[in-house]
Each structure stands twice: as structure tokens, then as C-alpha cells.
């Protein structure tokens, strides 16, 4: 069995995860730019998405979601915002298939249920997009 590579923002959602766990900031080298940002985005912006995301959520709050989940809806939101040019169904996707990977299929569900309720205030529509 061969393994893919991890893609860049695959690796952000393993660093993110792991400074989320050790509560402190990720302390290595980041050579890859896009995987940098989103990384450097999250840790900075961690309290504002987290508000966003337990204003959001009905029944969790952002510190009793599993630290997959809360990583992979951290990344995912922050994309949202932060990442114009991504499309918004790419991100969806992707927030998605991260959390079946790397949590469960349940939780997979979840995540796109509470990025999907967020898309709105996360990415204004642009003019463009209303024709």
C-alpha cells in the first residue's frame, strides 16, 4: 500500500491539532508558505473563530468538541475567511473529508453542518456571486 503525501493544509490541520493539545504555539520550521499562513492564521485568530463557532453550535461548546473536530472547524473557518480565492464548496469539502479521516464519519456531518451554518457571515457574497 502506497501513502499520498500529505497536502499542505492537511499538515496545518496535524499542527494545529498538536498546539491545541500541548497548549502552547507550533515551534517549527514551516517551509511551505500556504501551510504556514493557514497554521499561523488559526493560533492567531483562535478566540475569534471560537466564538463564531460556539455562537453557532446548538449543543457543543467549541472546548468540549473533540480536538479533531474543534481543529478541522478552526481550519475550516478560517479558510472561509481568510481565503477568498478557495471556493467555498472546495473548503466545505475538504473540512469534511478531514474530519472523517482523522475523527469519524459522524463528525464529518458535524463539520459541515457548523461550517455550512457559518458560510454566510464567514464569506460575504460577493455581487458576482448573486447573478
Excluded: C
Excluded at 94 to 106: C, D
Amino acid at each position: 500500500m502506497t501513502h499520498q503525501p500529505l497536502d499542505s493544509r492537511e499538515r496545518a490541520l496535524l499542527a494545529i491539532y498538536e498546539a491545541d493539545q500541548r497548549a502552547e504555539s507550533v515551534n517549527e520550521d514551516l517551509p511551505d508558505g500556504r501551510m504556514r499562513r493557514l497554521i499561523e492564521g488559526v493560533l492567531a485568530n483562535t478566540e475569534s473563530l471560537d466564538q463564531a463557532l460556539d455562537a453557532a453550535s446548538d449543543h457543543w461548546r467549541i472546548k468540549r468538541m473533540p480536538a479533531v473536530d474543534r481543529a478541522v472547524l478552526r481550519l475550516g473557518l478560517y479558510e472561509l475567511r481568510s481565503e477568498p480565492k478557495t471556493p467555498t464548496a472546495v473548503i466545505l469539502a475538504e473540512a469534511v473529508r478531514l474530519a472523517k479521516k482523522y475523527s469519524t464519519e459522524r463528525s464529518g456531518a458535524f463539520v459541515n453542518g457548523l461550517l455550512g451554518a457559518l458560510v454566510e457571515d464567514a464569506r460575504p457574497v460577493d455581487e458576482t456571486d448573486r447573478q
